[in-house]
């Protein structure tokens, strides 16, 4: 008889072989019987395939000897802690490769890019070979094996973005002795499959109600919102017909514009629904909706979001020194200058800006996502104090704190505060509910807009983005554009739809995907992230210098797909590899 820790065995040649945990200590060693014909086992089965969900958004990521945080410290958006984010150097600069050269090998590209989709995939497969004998109605059997086709179509989905086509297994269950050697499918395939399996989970799914036991689990309406993720980067420069190579394996080889037009029907189906807003409070004070959406585990916005347990995680990793916090996600100088003004003009457009006093009238969010010198925060003490990031030394004028640049520390400038709770520091013993935003959204209203722009119609896309500012807290202006110039072209429009998502979605996950589809990376990742070396030369009175960080980049365009792990393409001769590895 099967013992049901064969699911815990990553699919046989594609994974390596290796062993991961059980199912919280509930489901393994026990039988394939024993499991699924007991109805708590077997959810407790299906939750473990929820567990892994946010793999790719955890700020822990990477955790390990030298650096933690999530695929930001690959981008412009940040630096990590001390130069030492070791996965986010090593692709920001260009140096990773098939044969995992970063050490310690961890870090290395089979990390979980490829093994956590696959290994959920075959528990996904095993679920719904095993789950008709399950003790449920069959109406709850359906449901489950809805939500785990979703589940397994959100890991491909990952797999797609960071790799292209990847193998399609379908249903298959892979035995520990079965020999494997199977190719890579087309992007094309990969699209398609994803899209028909979204489609019918969602129609599963079409009447389902939850009880409040089963909050975050999927609905119809994630169903939709993947798929608009997905057409949306089948539709970017990346994939559609501008990929690195001709190959249709990676890319659909010829442009088609249509893409476009799909991606936002796709997205405006799920604005249709009518079930998901923003979250909107501009009476508290400006944008404090923005500020308060990633406190709450149920609001209107979220999607499909990752459930927390009431703690300080985020607090734990951005916070400064001075707050008890690792500071592993410092914000960059180009990150800081993309949010708008409060009119919503550009910092070079509007007449608001002052560069010697550069945080006064900004976009709510920025306050709400970066820490500044002299922004008043919550200290280990539950007394609000200002956070002085500035560096100085004299007799009359006080020392700089910890929180400030040195050679040693090399801080930008700023810490992040997107979604931490103003409440807590990491040095207090408070903690905060939260969920993390998997979809959300704001997201969707950007996938259309951003579409729908690429389809020739810009003035349709502009209303979502003043929705979006409207929520914001930015001022409407005498035209109600929120800083939108009349008549602006779709090109104008392009690039300020890149940066409303590299601002809105910042620290969630987006950017370093957004940058490689929008094949900019190689544009944005070259020299060095800019930093703001800040100087007090008496009382409130600061010289800003904006220099350079310590890690160079260097981009390389193989890059923009990243390698299959060599140990795949050695055990299976039809495996593809990516160009340029």
């Not at 585990?297 to 916070?319: C, D, G, H, M, W």
């Not at 200002?386 to 560096?391: G, K, N």
């Not at 600061?542 to 797909?561: D, Q």
């Amino acid at each position: 008889m099967k013992k049901i820790l064969m699911i815990t065995l990553l699919p046989v040649v594609l994974l390596a072989c290796k062993k991961s945990g059980g199912l919280e200590d509930k489901t393994t060693g026990l039988t394939e019987e024993a499991v699924f014909t007991d109805s708590v086992y077997t959810t407790n089965f299906l939750n473990k395939i929820y567990v892994d969900a946010g793999y790719t958004f955890g700020p822990s990521r990477f955790a390990g000897a030298g650096g933690s945080g999530n695929t930001e410290l690959a981008t412009d958006n940040a630096e990590g802690n001390n130069n030492l984010a070791v996965w986010g150097n090593a692709y920001a600069q260009g140096t990773i490769g098939p044969s995992n050269v970063i050490t310690p090998a961890y870090f290395g590209t089979d990390k979980d890019f490829w093994t956590t989709p696959y290994k959920n995939i075959r528990r996904v497969n095993i679920l719904l070979e095993k789950i008709g004998g399950a003790p449920f109605h069959e109406s709850t059997k359906r449901r489950m094996r809805a939500e785990a086709r979703f589940l397994r179509a959100f890991y491909y989905h990952h797999m797609l973005i960071a790799f292209g086509g990847v193998p399609l297994i379908g249903d298959k269950v892979y035995g520990i002795n079965d020999i494997i050697n199977i190719p890579r499918n087309s992007f094309e395939d990969c699209v398609s499959y994803i899209n028909t399996e979204l489609d019918a989970a969602g129609a599963d799914l079409a009447n389902v109600v939850y009880k409040d036991i089963d909050f975050g689990r999927v609905t119809r309406g994630a169903c939709l919102a993947l798929k608009s993720r997905v057409l949306l980067y089948a539709a970017s420069p990346l994939f559609n017909g501008g990929g690195i190579s001709q190959s249709p394996v990676v890319a659909y080889p010829n442009a088609n514009a249509s893409r476009w037009q799909q991606a936002a029907d796709a997205a405006e189906v799920v604005i249709g629904l009518n079930q998901y807003s923003l979250n909107v409070d501009n009476v508290t004070r400006p944008g404090n909706g923005f500020y308060q959406l990633f406190l709450k585990r149920v609001n209107s916005e979220y999607i499909f979001q990752y459930s927390r347990p009431a703690q300080k995680e985020f607090e734990a990793y951005y916070l400064p020194p001075t707050r008890t916090g690792a500071s592993i996600m410092k914000p960059t100088q180009s990150l800081v200058e993309a949010f708008p003004m409060r009119d919503g003009k550009t910092i070079g457009e509007s007449s608001s800006y002052n560069p010697n006093d550069p945080y006064v009238n900004r976009d709510p969010r920025f306050e709400y996502s970066i820490i500044y010198n002299g922004l008043s925060y919550i200290n280990n003490s539950s007394v609000k104090t200002v956070i002085y990031t500035y560096t100085s030394t004299g007799s009359t004028i006080a020392n700089s704190t910890s929180d400030a640049y040195t050679p040693s520390n090399q801080f930008t400038g700023y810490f992040s505060r997107k979604m931490c709770d103003e409440n807590i520091s990491n040095g207090l013993a408070a903690t905060t509910e939260r969920a993390w935003p998997l979809i959300r959204y704001a997201e969707i209203l950007l996938n259309y807009a951003e579409a729908i722009n690429e389809v020739g119609q810009p003035e349709k896309a502009v209303e979502k983005l003043i929705t979006l500012r409207n929520r914001a807290g930015i001022l409407p202006g005498a035209d109600g554009r929120y800083g939108i110039k009349a008549n602006i072209t779709v090109d104008e429009l392009r690039t300020l739809i890149q940066n409303e998502r590299r601002i809105e979605l910042a620290f969630e996950d987006h950017r370093w995907n957004d940058i490689r589809r929008w094949k900019i990376a190689s544009t944005v990742l070259k020299g060095f992230n800019s930093i703001d070396i800040i100087t007090r030369t008496g009382t409130n009175t600061f010289v800003h210098t904006i220099s350079r960080a310590p890690r160079p980049l260097n981009f390389r365009n193989a890059m923009y797909l990243l390698p299959i792990p060599l140990s795949e393409i050695q055990k299976m001769p039809l495996m593809e590899q990516n160009p340029e590895y």
